[in-house]
Nanobody, 124 residues
């Protein structure tokens, strides 16, 4: 059974940092692009960052570019999101996902596996 488990969320003050991790089990995803999404209360789930299978190519939403860094360790079947200079608007539940359909990183429908999410709260 495939499982994605996120960890590392929490409460942080504006300007602070958090590092999210996503551990995959049940199969190896080293050949699959992966992404991080977030969903704030009352809003749609939105793309945050994506990374290709080898880790050599990344993509970021404009809102996090320069502040967040996505990385992966295929030997450990994990993907991480380093979040720096956090802002209150970054408050959301963050999800990792595996992209199983070729196409845009931005489209949630291209992802076949999702974690349960981890809460990130940034106080002002």
């Amino acid at each position: 059974q495939v499982q994605l488990v996120e960890s590392g969320g929490g409460l942080v003050q504006a300007g602070g940092s958090l590092r999210l991790s996503c551990a995959a089990s049940g199969r190896t995803f080293s050949s699959y692009p992966m992404g991080w999404f977030r969903q704030a209360p009352g809003k749609e789930r939105e793309f945050v960052a994506g990374i290709n299978g080898s880790g050599g190519s990344t993509l970021y939403a404009n809102s996090v570019k320069g502040r967040f860094t996505i990385s992966r360790d295929n030997a450990k079947n994990t993907v991480c999101l380093q979040m720096n200079s956090l802002r209150p608007v970054d408050t959301a539940v963050y999800y990792c996902a595996v992209r199983v359909i070729s196409g845009s990183y931005f489209h949630t429908g291209n992802y076949g596996y999702w974690g349960q999410g981890t809460q990130v709260t940034v106080s002002s």
